[in-house]
């Protein structure tokens, strides 16, 4: 397939910080996968799972899924790894938000956006009413932005003054499909007041040269991929 690159599609992903959505799986196959972790978490009302691909078999087959590593590809360029996963599950009417940061930047961590991508992947269908992703597209040419963690020690950004007046866009998606997006682009997701699960894994795809502060030996999720 054709990759798909920043210089070839600059209206797409350079001017406005992620792709349209790309169908990684079946939605069936999908479905499947969310029905199957919704029953795995039901017990223990588990929200989030962070780094399932060192873990879990399903999410390693996720991250290097064919259809959604050729586009990585494209964006980045072969042989990168992943930096780490969050795999969030929103159970239905779950008040639970999370708050607008950039995946590109932590405590402890920055990324080169030229040399690391974000990706979601939706594995339950995910409309507005079940806390869909928000983009405020265009926010990636701000930059890194000053992040602090909030009362429920989830990171989210501050100290900005565009903070104020910054407007999101919600892009539902369905079962099977991904956003690729610039590690610096401001995204939130709202509550889920469906009756209805709502399951997402969150990739980040980085080479071990994309360390502005920290290093892949630092990151505890940190995994070579071999990418086409």
């Known amino acids: 397939m054709t990759h798909m690159t920043r210089r070839h ?36 009302g588990t929200t989030v799972v962070r780094n399932a691909h060192l873990t879990e078999q399903w999410a390693r087959d996720l991250v290097q899924s064919p259809a959604l590593v050729n586009r990585v590809a494209g964006l980045i360029g072969p042989e990168a790894g992943v930096d780490q996963t969050f795999l969030v599950i929103k159970w239905p009417h779950d008040p639970a938000e999370v708050p607008m940061h950039q995946d590109g930047v932590s405590v402890a961590t920055e990324l080169d956006p030229v040399r ?13 009413s079940a806390g869909a992703l928000q983009f405020s597209i265009g926010s990636h040419r701000w ?54 699960i709502r ?30």
């Not at 992620?18 to 996968?33: D, F, I, K």
């Not at 690391?116 to 507005?128: F, K």
């Not at 602090?148 to 539902?172: I, K, N, Q, S």
């Not at 997402?200 to 086409?228: D, I, K, M, T």
């Open 9 to 44: 599609d600059p209206s797409l992903f350079a001017n406005r910080g992620y792709l349209a959505p790309v169908q990684w799986t079946t939605g069936h196959a999908s479905r499947a996968l969310a029905h199957y972790l919704g029953s795995a978490h039901s017990q223990t």
């Open 116 to 128: 690391a991508v974000s990706c979601w992947l939706s594995i339950s269908d995910s409309p507005e």
């Open 143 to 196: 930059g890194y932005l000053p992040h602090v963690f909030d009362d429920t020690g989830a990171l989210t950004a501050h100290d900005d003054p565009r903070l104020t007046d910054c407007e999101f866009t919600t892009v539902p998606t369905t079962a099977g499909e991904a956003l690729l997006f610039d590690t610096r682009l401001l995204h939130r997701s709202g509550p889920n007041s469906t009756a209805r």
């Open 199 to 228: 399951i997402g894994l969150n990739v980040v795809y980085a080479h071990r040269s994309a360390y502005r502060r920290g290093s892949a030996s630092q990151r505890e999720g940190w995994v070579p991929l071999r990418l086409p």
